[in-house]
Structures are given as C-alpha cells and as structure tokens.
C-alpha cells in the first residue's frame, strides 16, 4: 500500500512564500509521475505542477514563474516551493502518484493541505 503524506501549508500574506512536502511510503516513488493539485472552493480539483521520475516539468501557466516542483527520489520527497503567492492560490492542495505497469494503472492521493492567502 502507498501512502502520501502532505505537510507545509498555512496561511500566509499576499507575496510570502511556503513550501510544501509530500513525503511517500512503498516503493513506487521513483517510479512514479508526481503532481500537485488544488481545490479552491466551489471549483474543479486543477493541476499545478507535475514531475516526471526523470525531473521533466510542468506548470499551470497560472503558477509558472512562482511555483516550483521539485523530487528527490532517495527521500522519497516531492515539494512545492511557492512564492510570489496571491490571494487566487488559496485552495487545499493534494499530493498525487500516478504510475502504469503494462495495462494495470495506479493513482493515489495524499489527504490535502489547506494553504491560505490573505490580500
């Protein structure tokens, strides 16, 4: 079983920063696309970033520029280095695995962090 645990998030003010970690048990880590979604609410769950077991990005153009995605494989780590933050980001943000073995395919879900932006 894979568990994907979230921690970082927080209220900040218009233009701070914080870091999110999503720290993953088993071994399907490095195996594995990662990505980072959000709910704000009364909306649709959206991508924000997501990373490749190669490093390989991408980015919501509503966060490139300000977020960054980041792996480390030995610690079984992904993060989310957000700065530059806006009111608009505030949403519960979810740490997710995607991984497909032939025609069997694997998605999990961390349980979310609240991240809060005041103006």
């Known amino acids: 079983q894979v568990q994907l645990v979230e921690s970082g998030g927080g209220s900040v003010q218009g233009g701070g920063s914080l870091r999110l970690s999503c720290a993953a048990s088993?071994?399907?880590?490095?195996?594995?696309?990662m990505g980072w979604y959000r709910q704000a609410p009364g909306k649709q769950r959206e991508l924000v970033a997501t990373i490749t077991p190669g490093g390989t990005t991408n980015y919501a153009d509503s966060v490139k520029g300000r977020f960054t995605i980041s792996r480390d494989n030995a610690k079984n780590t992904m993060y989310l280095q957000m700065n530059s933050l806006k009111p608009e980001d505030t949403a519960v943000y979810y740490c997710n695995a995607q991984r497909s073995v032939q025609a069997t395919k694997y998605n999990y879900w961390g349980q979310g962090t609240q991240v809060t932006v005041s103006s």
């Open positions: 088993g071994t399907i880590f490095s195996m594995s696309v």
